[in-house]
């Protein structure tokens, strides 16, 4: 039985190609696929630092499943800059209608048995609040460390989005974030050699 192609992975991975912070000089390149994967990981740590530490019953497998597409609209509209997205409620309006445009896009191109299945992960729409809190704070999480580590390369170009993140941060005070800075963030400071010598605080 002869099957439809489908373009759909080929253009998902092309995520790759797609610059961040692009109105900013990095010394560190990030692009959507790395960045994905990023918040995917930390995603699935807040999911079971809330399960472990402060009585939650959400899926941390689910979670880190959905973050690995949170930015999967990208491949079509790109990265727009956090400033240009929330510069007025018209530009955050008019935004949100071209994601959701393209979410439809991109489930057009799986095959049609795929669609349904796949569209809890695609369709931001699908999330329950707790998932997309969780997400959206990984999200910025990946943020304040990738303003971290343009700092610490002598890069001030951060040093403003790094204060305002963390403002979020701390404003949303969400237990996990919090555990997650007290007992993960600081080794991201750390040489290679301090992080793979046994017994290093």
């Known amino acids: 039985m002869s099957k ?26 990030e692009n959507v696929a790395t960045h994905s994967w ?4 930390l995603a699935h740590a807040l999911a079971l630092i809330r399960n472990q530490r402060f009585g939650g019953r959400v899926s941390a497998d689910r979670i880190a499943a959905v973050a690995l597409y ?9 990265d727009l800059p956090t400033p240009v997205k929330y510069h007025s409620r018209v530009m955050r ?8 445009k393209a979410e439809k896009e991109l489930l057009a191109l799986l095959p049609e048995e795929l669609r349904e299945p796949f569209a809890p992960y ?4 699908a999330l329950a609040p707790e998932e997309r809190e969780l997400i959206k704070a990984a999200d910025r999480l990946s943020a304040w460390l990738k303003c971290q580590a343009e700092l ?4 001030r170009e951060f040093a403003p989005a790094a204060e305002q993140i963390c403002q979020r941060l701390e404003q949303e005070g969400l237990p996990e974030v919090r555990y997650f800075l007290e007992v993960f963030a600081p080794s ?5 050699d301090n992080l793979l010598s046994p017994g290093n605080d």
């Open 4 to 29: 439809r192609i489908s373009h759909f992975f080929a253009y998902v991975s092309r995520l790759r190609w797609i610059r961040r912070w692009g109105l900013m000089r990095n010394a560190i390149e």
């Open 38 to 41: 990023e918040v995917a990981t």
């Open 70 to 78: 949170h930015d999967a609209t990208e491949v079509i509209t790109g």
């Open 93 to 100: 309006e008019a935004f949100g209608d071209i994601e959701h």
């Open 122 to 125: 695609l369709c931001a729409s």
């Open 152 to 155: 610490a390369a002598g890069n």
């Open 188 to 192: 991201y400071e750390q040489p290679l």
